[in-house]
């Protein structure tokens, strides 16, 4: 058959499974599009590339499989860089496919011309500059495969005009682009863990996005009960246990429950699976857990001794690790160290004050989650209500919570919060945002209007960037430069602006009886929550500090020399 | 020849690199050593057999985070191969005595 390159892209990538893409077209992708008109995928037209990204970042983190979004050339192109960005630091399958001028004009600085493939080097996990038309049936298959295969991450394909354009004849497409297989399991490796477990008398789980990555859940809580090993998330990992479980310590590191850091202080081995030790998480790496032997499982064999030196690192899928650990674990009650786990907990619990009252971060976030109830998903922009929502809300399972943890990216909840809507329509998507986050990527409630997603944006609005006013006054002095917006826009009104239903909580109206409303509201909304502007985040370990020395009361009473 | 040109390539580990030959791959590798801040002493660049694929000889330091380069060039799409290669130290040496 004859078809041309752009067709042939539509064509390999309706065989991937995709069935909707977000992207913005533009002069050198305008072949591309001209092909995804006669399919049946659903085009999601994001009103900024970013949030063109992270729409398809959402629909990967909410599925786990990969996703699509089209950018043109130039601007474009730059416009999803921090999409793709975030995808790498977090480990999300994400294919970016960009138009590029036509190849005789490469190289001589044309319109909208940029060199995509070297920008994007350092920010995707493998990237592509397709030279012919012909290429596509290796490339597009294959960054499918790589996106998806070990540690996922995101691939770019920067296609020229003229190969989108430029007709092939091929007999037969090529098989989609399928998951390697993980690598063998170690039997000595597991043997020799399964002993270290055995033997260890304060043993701990650390655990991150690898586990909710390779569907280990259930694998690792039957880990935890059957040995009896308390376990700590770390942001990416929260989901992965469910709040409640009597085993589970929350979130470790920068903004974690005392009692949580502290029990990792005296831990004597430090069972990390799918965490590369993030300095957030960490603190200064070398007090972590200084009293533990390290066992250290992840899919990334470059993981393995980056940051700490394990006792035993494992090369392995986490899932079938744990799996083949399990029958070589022992049940064992580890009374004692329970019941200083249980005696810490009761001595320095998170404390969630305000929980109560809808007008206060832990309130709001707390009664939204009873409102949404336990299906909802949840994203988060970034930024202090990043931090108390992963204190305080109750997650329960693995993929409710999409958040950016590894490079931060404020402006990424609305429009991951519209691609989790469009990947799982069946179910409520909460964003929780602030007034810094919402405007970084406000142009997605056109978006989220256009499309009718099912996003309830509740924006924490205290006037400032909050994370930056308690730095400031934590860190430098109280000299607040910087933090404070002095315009303070009216977001409802921006909101219906958009076409968006609007709610405000500082009206005076009962808080609650809003907020009840707003959540059963059809489509989109948004509901402005004025928060205090002094209101911070604690417990807080300072940049660079080790997470023994948390600010907000008297922590060091608990180590025990 | 200076006698310090020898001893550059001496000091450090000779890394054998298989690679795809396409415009792309020396940004990869190159951009891996400078975005990860390793070191690298020395780069020689080949095509071998059709052209299809090059060979990449590096020169880099040999200490603790030799383990941690290794294992960040395996993770590139396009490095095929990767393993230590002293035997080419010598005609490393030879080249970087020419240079002087």
Known sequence: ?561 | MTPSAPDTVGAGAVLRLLVRNHPGVMSHVCGLFARRAFNVEGILCLPVGDGACSVILLVVNEDERLEQLIRQLRKLEDVLEIHRAPEAREALAAIAGWLQ
Request: aromatic share 6%.
């Open chain 1, 1 to 561: 058959m004859k078809i041309t390159g752009a067709q042939l892209i539509v064509r390999l990538v309706e065989r991937q499974g995709i069935d909707a893409i977000a992207g913005i077209p533009g002069g050198a992708n305008l072949p591309l599009y001209d092909a995804l008109r006669a399919s049946r995928i659903r085009h999601v037209l994001a009103r900024h590339e970013q949030g063109a990204g992270f729409i398809a970042q959402g629909m990967a983190r909410a599925t786990g499989r990969p996703a699509v979004c089209f950018g043109t050339s130039g601007p474009g192109a730059t416009n999803l860089l921090t999409a793709i960005a975030d995808a790498k630091l977090d480990s999300i399958p994400l294919v970016a496919i960009t138009g590029q001028v036509p190849r005789a004009m490469i190289g001589t600085d044309a319109f909208q011309e940029i060199d995509t493939y070297g920008l994007t080097i350092p920010i995707t996990k493998h990237n592509y500059l397709v030279r012919s038309a012909t290429e596509l049936l290796d490339v597009i298959p294959d960054a499918f495969h790589v996106a998806a295969s070990g540690r996922p991450g995101p691939v770019v394909v920067d296609v020229p005009k003229d190969v989108q354009s430029e007709t092939v004849e091929c007999d037969a497409l090529p098989a989609p682009g399928k998951v390697d297989p993980p690598p063998p399991l170690r039997a000595d490796e597991i043997a020799r863990a399964a002993a270290l477990i055995n033997d260890a008398r304060r043993p701990m789980l650390f655990i991150g996005a690898g586990i909710i990555a390779a569907d280990a859940s259930a694998a690792l809580r039957r880990l935890a009960e059957r040995a009896s090993i308390p376990v700590a998330a770390t942001l990416l990992g929260l989901g992965a246990m469910p709040a409640g479980h009597p085993l589970f310590l929350g979130m470790v590191g920068m903004h974690a429950a005392r009692c949580t850091n502290l029990l990792l202080e005296e831990c004597d081995l430090l069972i990390a699976l799918g965490v590369r030790f993030d300095d957030r998480a960490t603190g200064k790496a070398e007090a972590f857990c200084p009293r533990a032997n390290i066992l250290h499982v992840d899919i990334d064999a470059s993981e393995l001794g980056k940051i700490k030196q394990p006792f035993l690192g494992s090369e392995a899928d986490v899932g079938e690790w744990l799996r083949a650990l399990e029958p070589l674990v022992a049940a064992a009650p580890r009374c004692e160290w329970i019941a200083r786990a249980q005696q810490l907990r009761t001595e320095y619990p998170l404390a969630l004050p305000g929980a109560a009252d809808p007008l206060q971060p832990y309130g709001i976030i707390r009664h939204t989650a009873a409102l949404a109830g336990g299906d909802a998903l949840v994203t988060s922009d970034v930024g202090q209500h990043q931090m108390w929502v992963a204190q305080a809300f109750p997650f329960a399972w693995p993929r409710q919570w999409l958040t950016s943890g590894g490079l931060g990216t404020m402006g990424f909840g609305l429009p991951a919060a519209i691609g989790a809507a469009l990947a799982a329509p069946e179910r409520t998507v909460v964003c929780f945002t602030g007034d810094g986050s919402l405007l970084m990527n406000v142009q997605e409630l056109a978006t989220a209007a256009e499309e009718r997603v099912n996003v309830k944006v509740i924006l924490l609005n205290n006037g400032h960037l909050g994370l930056v006013r308690q730095q400031q006054q934590l860190f430098y002095g109280g000299r607040y430069h910087a933090s404070r917006f002095h315009a303070e826009p009216d977001f409802a009104a921006i909101a219906r602006g958009f076409g968006v239903t609007a709610f405000d909580l500082g009206g005076g109206a009962d808080p609650l009886a809003t907020l009840a409303r707003a959540v059963c509201v059809p489509g989109p909304c948004l509901v402005n929550v004025p928060i205090a502007a002094e209101a911070n985040v604690y417990p807080m370990v300072p940049p660079g500090a080790a997470n023994r020395d948390m600010i907000d009361g008297g922590i060091h009473d608990a180590i025990r020399a």
